[in-house]
């Protein structure tokens, strides 16, 4: 459903079509705003010719975009704005825009829409994309829908609406061209002029028998250089990358990015071709998953709207916000119960800092690498132990290193060996907490089900912060107060 004939733009590209559409709308406003002001004659009709002229020029720029291009100009401008310019874009084109816009916005753009506008939009749509479509439109849209599909293709969204995210069978494309390996290439080759356009993202034949089940892949290019007298079933591939509809998306995701694939088959459990997976939506996919990664770390519920409103955007940054309330009143405790100490020798209160700081940068390394490495498939919870092990041989190293030297900075800042050497002892000793917290919680959160990405920073800076106060101030009270 993509215009391949509209070229790919930079961001540069892109920010210069937001800028030209936002001084249209501006101008817009402009013109609007001076015709009612004046007054003369045949004063509503002006106002019109002029908001239709405004409008017209608006709606031949947004004639000329790709869908993908249009869906960043809307995502950057206001919700009335936003608005304004999504009347304005043709109806067969909504389709594809809803496809291209995050969930945040496209949420807006469906309730500016009536159940009509969404059912003609959905109508645009291929039977894969209507199903990523279809969790974010009204249920008496989907039914309407639903009811004026053909038998086949209803089957088809039945099938990929049963699918979670994360499965292969989400993302699969229904699309497939096949052929039988007892013709020659001649006969593929005429077969194939019979199409107005083939699917996109087409790099292979699917070589099938009479039931339907896989048998190998022809590939564009040796249809191409081959000898068209040759039959299929000399010239296929039979050993090639095969998916199910239930495995797991994100290993799919690195299949495609091993074996550097376009396309995949999708067969079920009988070997039967029951679709493809295209490198498009895979590539979708990791960018959606590696953005929701980026969104929960950093304390969001969802993605959000740039433009939302006040109490949507408390809503969606509010859960972390209580996490991080209750872990600072915990640090701030813990710096309560040591408040003698600080009292008695106030070098602590500068230096305790530093502690807790490099012990959380610290944790959040060990963290990020094994949640990367949960993500690849590179370790498994067994391997625990011996993670465990090397994270502690290079927190000692570390610990060793960075605290001795902020142990020697310590003592000639403050003329206390002793300070020094309890610097270099709590340095030391948190790195040691960051590491083992490091390793555990993203273990733990995998047992349990849970995604180790999620929260992550979060617990090991509160692990690191009060532990690294306790741990320093502990030991400052015990061998210096």
């Not at 807790?356 to 590179?378: D, S």
Request: with cysteine; charged share 25%; glycine share 4%.
């Amino acid at each position: 459903m993509v215009d391949t004939l509209t070229p790919k733009k930079e961001l540069e590209d892109l920010q210069e079509d937001l800028h030209e559409v936002q001084e249209l709308l501006r101008r817009q406003h402009l013109v609007d705003n001076l015709t009612h002001r004046q007054d003369q004659p045949r004063q509503e009709l002006v106002e019109s010719l002029s908001h239709k002229q405004s409008e017209a020029v608006l709606r031949a720029k947004l004639d000329r975009m790709h869908p993908a291009d249009i869906a960043y100009v809307l995502e950057a401008l206001p919700r009335e704005e936003r608005i304004t310019v999504w009347d304005l874009v043709k109806a067969e084109r909504d389709g594809e825009i809803l496809l291209e816009v995050s969930d945040a916005v496209r949420e807006t753009l469906i309730d500016s829409m009536d159940n009509h506008e969404l059912v003609a939009a959905a109508e645009q749509l291929d039977t894969d994309e209507l199903a990523d479509l279809a969790p974010d439109l009204p249920e008496e849209v989907i039914q309407d829908v639903f009811q004026a599909l053909p038998v086949e293709e209803r089957e088809q969204l039945r099938a990929a609406m049963s699918y979670p995210d994360d499965a292969v069978g989400a993302l699969m494309d229904f699309e497939v061209v096949t052929v039988r390996d007892d013709v020659n290439l001649e006969t593929v080759t005429r077969y194939l002029r019979r199409f107005d356009e083939l699917p996109d993202h087409t790099d292979q034949i699917f070589v099938v028998d009479r039931d339907e089940n896989l048998k190998g892949v022809l590939p564009l290019a040796r249809l191409i250089v081959g000898d068209l007298d040759k039959n299929i079933a000399e010239v296929m591939i039979t050993d090639t990358v095969t998916l199910y509809p239930d495995d797991n998306a994100r290993e799919a995701s690195q299949a495609f990015e091993r074996y550097d694939l376009v396309s995949a088959a999708v067969v079920d459990e009988a070997g039967k071709l029951v679709g493809r997976v295209t490198v498009d939506r895979v590539v979708d996919y990791i960018r959606s998953k590696s953005e929701s990664e980026l969104l929960t770390a950093r304390g969001l519920r969802e993605e959000e709207d740039i433009f939302a409103s006040v109490w949507a955007s408390v809503r969606n940054r509010w859960a972390w916000l209580a996490v991080n309330l209750v872990t600072a009143f915990i640090a701030s405790r813990v710096i309560g119960s040591f408040e003698n100490s600080i009292e008695k020798l106030v070098a602590l209160a500068a230096l305790m800092p530093i502690v807790a700081g490099v012990g959380g940068n610290a944790g959040n390394q060990t963290i990020t690498m094994i949640v990367r490495a949960f993500a690849l498939g590179q370790i498994q919870i067994e391997q625990a132990k011996q993670l465990y092990k090397k994270e502690l041989a290079v927190a000692l190293a570390n610990g060793v290193i960075w605290g001795s030297i902020l142990g020697l900075l310590a003592w000639w800042l403050y003329s206390s060996f002793a300070l020094g050497m309890v610097m270099t002892l709590a340095m030391t000793l948190n790195l040691l907490l960051a590491s083992t917290m490091g390793v555990l919680i993203p273990i733990a959160m995998v047992r349990f089900g849970r995604d180790p990405a999620v929260g992550s920073s979060v617990m090991i800076t509160a692990c690191t912060d009060s532990g690294g106060f306790f741990i320093f101030l502990g030991l400052a009270t015990l061998f210096l107060i």
